[in-house]
């Protein structure tokens, strides 16, 4: 009779040989694909273990609250409209007087919405703000990636494509928290993400890597898991850009974006991510400057749509939280309202929050007016002030506003490349065309480096620039002028001559009110006309994968899916070898044979590829960190004939499956 210790040492043990041996025979589509696929999360199965602390049911909840109550009850009708009110700011443009100046001494606002600067002086103003404010402020700001979106040098996430090619829910839901950590460190407690806007337009020129991909489950699920690790780690979130901005090929920055199809197609595709997240119980909901087709809405932003904000998201998806308008200064607004009108149009429409007004103050007397006046009721406006309360309250902004600011000095020092930010770059980096003769890249070859750019901010190029030259000392990088001319063409000639491998690092960025989401179209000849010169070309898009349709010719194509710092360090590594290259389209590339789904599996060692790698790649999903472990079903699976009462117990920690992955 075996001991349940050593039959549980039997069973792990045989269970890895087994792994192990299919691993390397290379085998094709066996009984064991058919445990993998078994033995990973389906559906809802991936959010076992991730528990709420506060539903939004409760958190949201109309019961008698005595410290919300008698707070309501002293304040103003004033105080009250101030608490709706979310002034932009950007931290060290503006003394503290002109601040005070600006804000207190009209109105006071609920919160501030921020924007880029550094950690010293984000911190310092935050902690002057909430200083001057008798009911502690809500600061918000976009930190979809991490702080790194808003604040350079700061921690360092991929974007949101990247993960979708990672498809490592866990790890999402991880960074989620590790965000709220750095950003209540800093006095940040509303980060507006997860973005869950479905990427099912190629040319749409603001969501583009910001979206998870094109698939309506895999977008409702990873934003699930953000949103999780969001409010695990203690902060609030806000799903946008209700109800969808990922079907145009309109920037809302720019003017008023209309979001096309019938109400089937709206409801199956764009919707699907929102309801999947309110009913797992999101706090908060950014609506859009959008046009809604399928409302016969084209012409009115949802943000100002009875129709859209109350109907259907309060009424139909039963939305208990917040409602919070994107920037209201953004043209699709301003360009057809004045702020006062604006801001009327929102409130009565639903909205709890107003952001980013071009004038809060021009808001604030027009909401107050139209109370006032008895055209808007007061209760309205208490509906939305006992909701901001009430976060305020589950935040515990009333107990402690911000850290002490020896935790941002800490905070201040560390790496801006973690662990897990790391672990999701490297699983992003996606090859969807190859040459085996020429990719992976050697250390020791003659490579002609070319960099291709969009726009001249891309700080992390030069990590990229100085991780590959390191690898390899006869790489030589040039840098293609933005608007090359005459002189140009003949360096160009000259540059290529002499080498018949040639990299080509694409970076393109998404960038408010541009329009722009590829290179000029001379840079793109001038790429292609390596080709039909007969060199072999290697491009690297630092950016979205869709710039693969512009060079069908090149010998090899892999994408990070943007500049980020992770995404940078990670691709230079993996294209050496360095790594397993497992990433996955997110996204069809239209115009070319390339789905969702494609990607070459690579491995690192000798540059073999394998069916394989993927499946042990899953079963690291099987493990989550710090929330719960997971059974381990596939020796279940595997050893069908052992006890299932025993083996429901068999368990696997994330050391055993780093022997499996790495």
């Known amino acids: 009779?075996?001991?349940?210790?050593?039959?549980?040492?039997?069973?792990?043990?045989?269970?890895?040989?087994?792994?192990?041996?299919?691993?390397?025979?290379?085998?094709?589509?066996?009984?064991?694909?058919?445990?993998?696929?078994?033995?990973?999360?389906?559906?809802?199965?991936?959010?076992?273990?991730?528990?709420?602390?506060?539903?939004?049911?409760?958190?949201?909840?109309?019961?008698?609250?005595?410290?919300i109550d008698s707070l309501l009850s002293s304040m103003s009708l004033e105080d009250k409209v101030g608490q709706m009110l979310f002034p932009a700011v950007q931290p060290g443009r503006q003394t503290k007087d002109e601040m005070e100046s600006k804000h207190y001494k009209n109105y006071k606002p609920g919160g501030f919405v921020l924007f880029g600067s550094s950690i010293t002086k984000t911190a310092k103003m935050i902690r002057e703000l909430q200083d001057e404010s008798e009911i502690p402020l809500l600061i918000s700001e976009d930190f979809e990636r991490g702080l790194a979106m808003r604040i350079p040098g700061s921690k360092s996430y991929p974007f949101n494509m990247a993960l979708g090619a990672a498809d490592a829910p866990l790890l999402v839901y991880e960074m989620g928290k590790r965000i709220a950590t750095d950003s209540k460190i800093i006095g940040v407690h509303w980060n507006l993400a997860p973005v869950l806007d479905i990427n099912n337009n190629s040319e749409n020129p603001i969501i583009n890597v910001r979206s998870f991909g094109e698939d309506p489950e895999q977008v409702a699920n990873l934003g699930i898991m953000m949103m999780k690790g969001l409010q695990a780690g203690g902060i609030l979130s806000s799903l946008k850009h209700f109800p969808g901005h990922g079907n145009s090929s309109v920037d809302s920055h720019s003017d008023l974006a209309v979001i096309k199809g019938s109400k089937e197609e709206f409801e199956r595709n764009e919707l699907y991510p929102f309801k999947k997240n309110i009913d797992k119980g999101a706090f908060s909901v950014m609506v859009g400057h959008l046009g809604i087709e399928a409302y016969n809405l084209q012409d009115t932003p949802a943000t100002l749509s009875y129709r859209i904000v109350t109907e259907l998201l309060r009424k139909e998806l039963k939305f208990k939280g917040i409602i919070n308008t994107d920037a209201m200064s953004m043209k699709a607004i301003s360009k057809y309202h004045s702020p006062g009108e604006a801001a009327v149009l929102a409130v009565n429409a639903g909205v709890d929050v107003i952001m980013a007004s071009l004038s809060t103050i021009e808001s604030f007397n027009a909401i107050l007016n139209e109370v006032r006046s008895g055209r808007m009721s007061e209760e309205r406006i208490n509906q939305s002030v006992r909701r901001i309360i009430q976060v305020k309250k589950w935040l515990g902004l009333f107990e402690k506003r911000y850290a002490p600011m020896s935790e941002v000095e800490k905070l201040m020092n560390e790496d801006q490349l973690d662990e897990i930010g790391k672990d999701l770059a490297i699983r992003s980096i996606t090859l969807v065309k190859n040459d085996p003769k020429i990719f992976p890249l050697d250390k020791k070859t003659k490579y002609l480096h070319i960099v291709a750019k969009d726009g001249k901010d891309f700080p992390n190029e030069k990590i990229f620039i100085e991780e590959i030259e390191k690898r390899n000392k006869n790489i030589e990088t040039w840098q293609l002028p933005q608007q090359p001319d005459a002189t140009d063409l003949i360096t160009f000639r000259e540059k290529t001559e002499g080498y018949k491998t040639v990299i080509v690092s694409v970076y393109l960025q998404i960038r408010n009110s541009t329009g722009r989401i590829n290179l000029d179209k001379n840079k793109v000849d001038l790429?292609?006309?390596?080709?039909?010169?007969?060199?072999?070309?290697?491009?690297?898009?630092?950016?979205?994968?869709?710039?693969?349709?512009?060079?069908?010719?090149?010998?090899v194509f892999v994408t990070n899916y943007g500049a980020e710092y992770a995404s940078e360090v990670a691709l230079a590594a993996s294209i050496f070898g360095e790594h397993n290259i497992s990433g996955k389209l997110p996204v069809s590339v239209k115009g070319t044979i390339y789905k969702k789904g494609d990607g070459i599996n690579l491995l690192k060692e000798k540059g073999k590829t394998s069916g394989n790698d993927k499946k042990f790649k899953i079963i690291d999903e099987l493990v989550q960190k710090e929330s719960a472990i997971l059974c381990f079903r596939l020796p279940q699976l595997l050893l069908s004939k052992m006890e299932k009462s025993f083996m429901n117990r068999l368990m696997v920690d994330s050391l055993t499956t780093k022997i499996l992955i790495r």
Request: with cysteine; proline share 4%.
């Open 1 to 67: 009779m075996i001991s349940g210790f050593n039959l549980f040492r039997f069973v792990r043990s045989g269970a890895l040989c087994v792994s192990l041996l299919l691993f390397v025979s290379g085998c094709g589509k066996t009984d064991f694909d058919e445990a993998i696929h078994q033995a990973t999360p389906a559906g809802d199965e991936i959010f076992s273990g991730i528990t709420d602390t506060t539903s939004a049911e409760d958190l949201f909840s109309n019961a008698p609250d005595h410290f």
């Open 527 to 555: 790429i292609n006309s390596l080709v039909k010169k007969g060199k072999k070309v290697i491009l690297l898009a630092h950016s979205h994968p869709y710039a693969l349709k512009h060079f069908p010719e090149v010998d």
